[in-house]
């Protein structure tokens, strides 16, 4: 893929350093031989110009607002298929064909309980522990129960592991829901599809019949496909660098949910949620924006700003769409934290400050309303961010075992520190 260079002087010595060209996006500049022959190293904490591999999964184009899945517009994913259907794009690189979808779809459903055993895992936390720490405790400990797809070297392994992580996480996640609220563990369904299971197995209560609104099963599916995958975001490079230890598929996804919990990162939705009430009403807006610029207030506005995109993110767009839908359909369309949202996004994109630093609303802005909308605690946010992302966790994890040039990941760094010294005894001190 080398076909220019760029040409790099350092110390009166020239260097020819390989230019990589993609599909879409920026150029590349390959520095993998710079160490060895400059003996100097690059500096880019945060990576927020750095390619950390190639991938053929997810592209971004912030500027433009573009987000594709194996080449597919989010939007078109969106309207016009589901998130099985996506699970399966994203894992094999292709649109299923009809059988292969049947095929796909029953091997996800034949997988969706968990080891009987496991239901003790939740006794042993407290109820009011935030289901993400139960779910990256229990989800790590799926390495101590599903032996048989733990071998990395093995592609049936690592296929049994997929779609036992994609089947479970609903199950998993509904299971830390109810635990947290004391009710029952529901089983999964499986004469329901994916996100009507869910919904079922979180709102369902043994003692009475529940019935999912298909307006509501179709919302939350969307939610799912808009976070399956975002290429190489915080969690997603943890994911990649604990699978480059060849640590087991569990311990991988495991990691990449305590990653997401950060509020900057996945934790945001929750975060924006609280932000919005605590804000209140539409009066109190400007106190908000006034803190947001404030830099000697560490406050921000939760659901802003992104490391990509630096105009709209095209999943909030549609995002907002399915916040109208869901709001009238429940017929709380005046909901008084949607009304300061939308007046929030409306002052804030006319904000010389957010615009001046390209502060739009992102992925978290609106998915918290209609969660909070759908009846989930601000507590479940996350672990629904989860769900839907570990899909993607999965394909970008399987792609970095499968990509020959995949080795340890291991950064090196700018030593700052004291220069060498000799120890000093206590008397001399
Ligand atoms: C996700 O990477 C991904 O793809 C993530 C994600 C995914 O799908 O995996 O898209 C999911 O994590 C979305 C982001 C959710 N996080 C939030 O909503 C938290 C609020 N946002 C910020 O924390 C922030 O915008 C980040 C962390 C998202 C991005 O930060 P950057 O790109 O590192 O930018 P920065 O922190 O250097 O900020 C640049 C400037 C700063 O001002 P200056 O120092 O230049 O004067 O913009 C300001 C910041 O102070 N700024 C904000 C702001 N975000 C950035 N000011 C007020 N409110 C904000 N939200």
Redesign the pocket.
């Known amino acids: 893929m080398a076909d220019k260079s760029a040409k790099l002087r350092i110390n009166d010595q020239d260097y020819e350093l390989p230019i990589l060209s993609p599909t879409q996006g920026p150029d590349v500049l390959d520095i993998r031989k710079l160490y060895g022959q400059a003996d100097v190293f690059t500096y880019d904490p ?1 990576f ?1 110009s750095t390619a950390s591999c190639d991938s053929t999964i997810t592209f ?1 184009d912030g500027d433009k607002g573009e987000l594709w899945y194996r080449g597919y517009p989010i939007e078109q994913l969106a309207s016009q298929s589901n998130y099985l259907e996506v699970c399966y794009l994203l894992l094999y690189g292709e649109l299923p064909t009809t059988a292969q979808m049947e095929d796909f779809r029953t091997r996800v459903t034949r997988h969706t309980m968990v080891h009987e055993q496991m239901h003790n895992f939740f006794r042993g936390f407290r109820r009011d522990a935030h289901p993400m720490a139960t779910m990256v405790g229990v989800v790590g400990a799926m390495s101590a129960f599903y032996h048989d797809s733990t071998d990395i070297g093995d592609s049936w392994q690592r296929e049994v592991a997929s779609i036992r992580l994609i089947a479970k996480l609903p199950t998993i996640a509904a299971m830390a829901y109810k635990y947290s609220i004391g009710q029952p563990f529901v089983y999964p369904d499986n004469e329901l599809d994916y996100a009507s299971n869910f919904l079922n197995m979180c709102f369902s209560v043994p003692a009475e019949k529940y019935k999912v609104d298909p307006a509501l099963a179709r919302a939350m599916d969307r939610i799912f496909t808009l ?1 399956a995958d ?2 190489q ?4 490079s943890t994911v990649r660098l604990a699978g480059s230890s060849g640590a087991n598929p569990f311990a991988c996804i495991a990691a990449g949910i305590a990653c997401l919990w950060g ?4 934790g ?1 939705n929750q ?2 949620l609280e932000m919005l009430r605590e804000i209140g009403t539409v009066d109190r807006i400007p106190e908000f924006i006034a803190r ?2 404030d ?1 000697e207030d560490p406050f ?9 995109y630096k105009n709209f ?1 095209p999943r909030a767009k549609v995002m907002k769409e399915s916040a109208d839908e869901v709001l009238d359909l429940l017929g709380v369309g005046d909901n008084p934290t949607l009304q300061v949202a939308k007046e929030l996004e409306r002052i804030a994109l006319e904000d010389e400050y ?1 615009v001046s ?1 390209k ?1 739009y609303p ?4 609106y998915s918290g309303i209609i969660l909070e909308a759908m009846g989930f605690p601000t507590s479940m946010f996350t672990p629904i961010f989860a769900l839907s ?1 570990t899909v993607g966790w999965i394909a970008q994890w399987k792609e970095m075992i499968g990509d020959p040039q995949n080795k340890i990941g291991r950064p090196r760094q700018l030593y700052v520190g004291s220069d060498k010294r000799d120890y000093v005894d206590f008397s001399k001190r």
């Open positions: 945060g927020t971004i976070h975002h290429e975001n915080a969690s997603t509020p900057a990162h996945g945001a975060a924006c947001a610029k830099k921000r506005l939760m659901g802003f700003g992104h490391r990509v993110d957010f630093k502060l992102n992925v978290d802005f992302r």
